[in-house]
């Protein structure tokens, strides 16, 4: 009795077994009944029938990352390139990853190379470093095409490397620096071009300063000679205004005339003084004469006024 009941315990225990099943999250398990598929186990506890149900694929749900092993593509310019790069994708429909490929996991890669042949070869060389968005996107959507008879959705592909032969390399090295170079010769042709603007432009605004400071001054020299001279034509006015103001006063004539008289003997004396002769009229009533000359001009000065 004892051998029996435990041979029944074994038996129970390996009916829980195969019976009870508690899949994990993000992943999907397929499972079989008597060959065929039956369903697809979701996260949790499942119960299955034991002897007849069979776990036959474990699938994962989260994004796998795959390395592309790395291959050499020929460009439109017949240029070889050593390109490697890596894929992401997940699988979305458990019962097709378990019966669309025997193995879709290396059908991704192969196709992925295939594809990257292909883009590349479209492209020329320089449009291949330039583009790379561009083939990335190209991989990732005849992959995910194919893909779907997979059960995989194909996120995205990036290329890791791109890596030309070395002698295309020592010639696009040179070919970079000699742009350098020719950048670096422009801007210095260009930088000594502004400073003989900045110079000449600099000359021309300063000579045209120097040339309005000049005209300036000359107009401001001019403004204050006339100045000068209308000033001294008003006070020589005033002084004569005031001068015959004074005559029509009472004596005013006999200043005149001794005025004339002082004058008259300051010329003899100025006169004698610049020569060794002494020079006196013969005839003093000269003097008297000159005086009244004088006098006759003043007075018919006087009545024209």
């Not at 079989?32 to 776990?55: C, K, M, Q, S, W």
């Not at 095409?145 to 010639?171: H, Q």
């Not at 260009?190 to 400071?213: H, K, L, P």
């Amino acid at each position: 009795m004892e051998i029996v009941a435990l041979v029944l315990l074994v038996v129970v225990v390996v009916f829980i077994i195969q019976s009870v099943k508690v899949v994990p999250q993000q992943n999907a398990w397929v499972v079989e009944r008597l060959g065929r598929y039956n369903a697809t186990l979701t996260p949790g506890l499942n119960i299955l029938v034991p002897f007849v149900d069979r776990l036959a694929y474990k699938h994962s749900l989260k994004e796998i990352p795959l390395d592309v092993p790395s291959q050499i593509c020929i460009t439109k310019d017949n240029t070889q390139l050593t390109v490697d790069g890596i894929l992401y994708f997940q699988v979305t429909d458990a019962m097709r990853a378990s019966y669309g490929s025997s193995n879709y996991i290396v059908a991704i890669t192969q196709l992925a190379q295939t594809t990257l042949r292909s883009v590349i070869g479209r492209m020329e060389l320089d449009r291949t470093f330039e583009e790379r968005d561009i083939i990335n996107s190209a991989v990732v959507q005849a992959l995910d095409e194919a893909a779907l008879n997979w059960g995989v959705k194909v996120l995205r592909y990036e290329i890791k490397d791109l890596t030309p032969p070395a002698e295309i390399l020592r010639s696009m090295q040179a070919q970079i620096t000699a742009e350098r170079e020719k950048r670096a010769l422009i801007a210095a042709s260009e930088g000594r071009r502004q400073e003989q603007i900045n110079i000449a432009t600099g000359e021309r605004e300063a000579a045209i300063a120097r040339s309005e400071g000049e005209k300036q001054a000359e107009i401001n020299k001019a403004q204050g000679e006339a100045a000068a001279i209308t000033a001294v034509a008003e006070a020589s006015a005033d002084a004569i205004r005031k001068i015959a103001a004074a005559i029509q006063q009472p004596g005013g004539e006999d200043a005149v005339q001794l005025k004339v008289a002082e004058k008259a003997v300051e010329a003899f004396a100025q006169l004698a003084q610049k020569n060794n002769t002494m020079i006196v009229p013969g005839n003093m009533s000269e003097v008297s004469g000159l005086i009244g000359t004088a006098m006759a001009l003043f007075k018919n000065g006087k009545t024209n006024l």
